[in-house]
């Protein structure tokens, strides 16, 4: 999603809040996606995706 769907379904949340919130899933995912390259790709893509998606949820939950 992008920030601008965070931000009408979480009317409450500050920009501030939003903005660090997306920067964060958004280099961290690189972050993991750099890390999985490095190490020779021993999970399955899928299951980096679901671990990047697990993630990117639960961060989420803090614009609650």
Not at 28 to 47: A, H, Q, R
């Given at each position: 999603?992008?920030?601008?769907?965070?931000?009408?379904?979480?009317?409450?949340?500050s920009?501030?809040?939003?903005?660090?919130?997306?920067?964060?899933?958004?280099?961290?995912?690189?972050?993991?996606?750099?890390?999985?390259?490095?190490?020779?790709?021993?999970?399955?893509f899928?299951?980096?995706?679901?671990?990047?998606?697990?993630?990117?949820?639960n961060?989420?939950?803090?614009?609650?």
């Amino acid at each position: 999603p992008s920030i601008n769907e965070w931000k009408k379904s979480h009317p409450a949340a500050s920009e501030e809040l939003l903005e660090s919130v997306y920067l964060y899933i958004a280099n961290g995912s690189i972050g993991l996606i750099e890390n999985w390259v490095n190490t020779g790709m021993k999970e399955s893509f899928k299951d980096l995706g679901k671990i990047i998606g697990g993630i990117s949820k639960n961060a989420q939950l803090s614009l609650k």
